[in-house]
């Protein structure tokens, strides 16, 4: 398994209800990123960690989302009391590093997202 | 504040053709760029990236793209587009000295017609 591996891949759930999304990085990956793909919206940033530096969580839409980065890999997103306009994809990316673009070994890593449908 | 917009959200090209994806940016300081691809089902991969040097980048499966400060704008093009091209292209940004945090555009999807 050598990609970015993330958990559920599709999820349905009812409104109100909490989810919890799993990623899990690429090995050695101390950068790890969430992004949100809404139908019409484009890829939205939600929150970055690097290494053990506090989190960037500026693009958290609401305090309904939060997540976590445990031992500096795998890293959980929870949806609190969902909302059906929290349907999206859930995309995981990790890279190497401090993160600059300048080195060619940054170069960040998608998983292939957890659709969340919320009814 | 950073921002990428792709003009057009559909593109048809028929196979042989010139692949012209456009993309513009907005930043007060000329940004790193991207270009990623999503083939239906699969996560993003990365085509090519422009940070600096050489204002033309080429990428993987035969795409390239111009970085053009005066006019703000990072165009993907391949010469001869295959069937397999099909799939959404994003154009995305980063700021210099920001970390690898992607400012996305709302992403083109191709499609390649016999």
């Known amino acids: 398994g050598a990609g970015v591996s993330q958990s559920p891949s599709n999820k349905v759930t009812e409104k109100g209800k909490d989810v919890e999304l799993r990623c899990d990085p690429i090995?050695?990956?101390?950068?790890l990123y969430w992004y949100r793909q809404s139908l019409g919206q484009g890829l939205e940033f939600l929150i970055y960690?690097?290494?053990?530096?506090?989190?960037?969580k500026s693009g958290l839409p609401s305090d309904r989302f939060s997540a976590e980065r445990t031992g500096g890999s795998v890293s959980t997103l929870t949806i609190q009391r969902t909302q059906q306009e929290d349907s999206a994809v859930y995309l995981c990316?990790?890279?190497f590093g401090t993160g600059s673009p300048l080195d060619s070994g940054n170069t960040i890593y998608f998983g292939e997202g957890s659709w969340l449908t919320v009814v | 504040a950073q921002s990428v917009t792709q003009l057009g959200s559909h593109v048809s090209v028929s196979e042989g053709a010139l692949v012209l994806l456009r993309c513009n940016y907005s930043?007060?300081?000329?940004?790193?760029l991207f270009w990623y691809v999503q083939y239906p089902n699969q996560g993003l991969q990365l085509l090519l990236k422009?940070?600096?040097?050489?204002?033309l980048v080429k990428g993987i499966n035969g795409f390239e793209a111009e970085f053009k400060k005066s006019e703000t704008s990072f165009h993907l093009t391949k010469p001869s587009a295959h069937m397999s091209d099909a799939a959404e292209y994003f154009c995305?940004?980063?700021?210099?000295?920001?970390?690898?945090?992607?400012?996305f555009g709302t992403g083109t999807q191709l499609k390649v017609e016999l």
């Open positions: 990316a990790s890279s």
């Open positions: 090995s050695g990956h101390t950068a």
């Open positions: 960690f690097q290494g053990n530096s506090a989190p960037d």
């Open positions: 930043s007060s300081v000329p940004p790193y």
């Open positions: 422009y940070t600096t040097g050489a204002t």
């Open positions: 995305a940004v980063s700021r210099r000295g920001g970390g690898n945090k992607l400012t």
